[in-house]
């Protein structure tokens, strides 16, 4: 297996006129690996997969896979809320190779802890390959406490990780601290993503990298010690991140893609998400570009 480390990008789905964009899914390829990101993680919720249906999420999943190069980490996101739905993606994921799967936990209706243990085991009863689990109950409702991370890891070993974006920082430290070391733990709020290394996280799932390298910035000042440059990148990083979470989401990062990398002035995302109007798309693009 290889090793998954670092800094993820949780991809947009680049949409041009109704359709995949394949040329935007090669560009934004390109722009990763110059910024050398350790792994790609389309159809996720920045990549709006819960609004895709069942066969154009394994259409996404395929296009990227078809751009990435031999010793990329692919790490598809497959969960769906029907357990079937799920199995059928992520299988459809194993055989084209991914590295591991990223699963979200189950949403919209609320689950108590047994239910969502439950949805887990269903999959993993049949699932081979590894998985990462995707916590981010500010959008789906339900939250997977440590406990039971901890109790599904200790019972298949294909669980390897966690990813969580809930922005609790007492709640991200019960899954480093409940794991005893044997789960990768991955902050998912890139303004987090310094505090959260320094108290033992294997990295961050960044979504501020479809556009800009700062993440990796951060990750690797301080994997060097080089603590001073860290906090200096992670202060440009929070400004930016901060700004975004009070525009429209996943619009905006899809946008900033389109006219930081390609250079076009639209919005590009999957319907029915529909087009910022100008406005909005030309203060987005005003005040990250000063930021960056």
């Known amino acids: 297996m290889k090793d998954i480390n670092g800094i993820i990008t949780p991809a947009i789905t680049p949409f041009r006129d109704g359709i995949i964009d394949r040329e935007g899914i090669s560009v934004l390829m390109d722009h990763l690996h110059r910024?050398?990101?350790?792994?790609?993680?389309?159809?996720?919720?920045?990549?709006?997969?819960?609004i895709?249906?069942?066969?154009?999420?394994?259409?996404?999943?395929?296009?990227?896979?078809?751009?990435?190069?031999?010793n990329d980490v692919f790490l598809p996101g497959t969960g769906k809320?029907?357990?079937?739905?799920?199995?059928?993606?992520?299988?459809?994921?194993?055989?084209?190779?991914?590295?591991?799967?990223?699963?979200?936990?189950?949403?919209?209706?609320?689950m108590k802890q047994d239910s969502i243990y439950f949805y887990f085991e269903s999959l993993l009863k049949i699932i081979d390959t590894p998985i990462i689990i995707y916590n981010i109950p500010q959008l789906t409702g339900?939250?997977?406490?440590?406990?039971?991370?901890?109790?599904?890891?200790?019972?298949?070993?294909?669980v390897i990780g966690i990813k969580d974006s809930s922005g609790d920082m007492s709640f991200f430290q019960d899954y480093i601290l409940k794991s005893d070391g044997k789960l990768k733990v991955f902050?998912?709020?890139?303004?987090?993503?310094?505090?959260?290394l320094i108290i033992g996280a294997s990295g961050g799932v960044c979504a501020t990298t479809n556009f800009t390298g700062l993440a990796v910035d951060v990750m690797n000042s301080f994997k060097n010690g080089e603590i001073d440059r860290s906090i200096d990148f992670q202060k440009k990083l929070s400004s930016v991140k901060n700004f975004l979470n009070a525009r429209t989401f996943p619009q905006s990062y899809?946008?900033?893609?389109?006219?930081?990398?390609?250079?076009?002035?639209?919005?590009?995302?999957?319907?029915?998400?529909?087009?910022m109007n100008e406005n909005e798309k030309n203060e987005i693009y005003e005040r990250i570009k000063a930021m960056l």
């Open 142 to 158: 339900n939250s997977i406490q440590p406990e039971t991370v901890k109790k599904l890891s200790e019972n298949y070993s294909q």
């Open 187 to 196: 902050q998912g709020q890139d303004e987090l993503l310094l505090s959260s």
């Open 52 to 70: 895709l249906p069942k066969d154009m999420h394994k259409k996404v999943i395929k296009e990227f896979f078809e751009f990435k190069k031999e």
């Open 254 to 275: 899809s946008y900033l893609f389109y006219r930081l990398i390609m250079n076009i002035d639209i919005t590009g995302t999957p319907p029915p998400l529909t087009e």
């Open 35 to 50: 910024i050398n990101v350790s792994g790609i993680f389309p159809m996720g919720s920045t990549g709006a997969s819960p």
């Open 81 to 110: 809320n029907s357990i079937e739905e799920t199995l059928d993606i992520s299988k459809f994921s194993e055989d084209l190779g991914a590295d591991a799967l990223v699963i979200v936990t189950p949403y919209y209706m609320k």
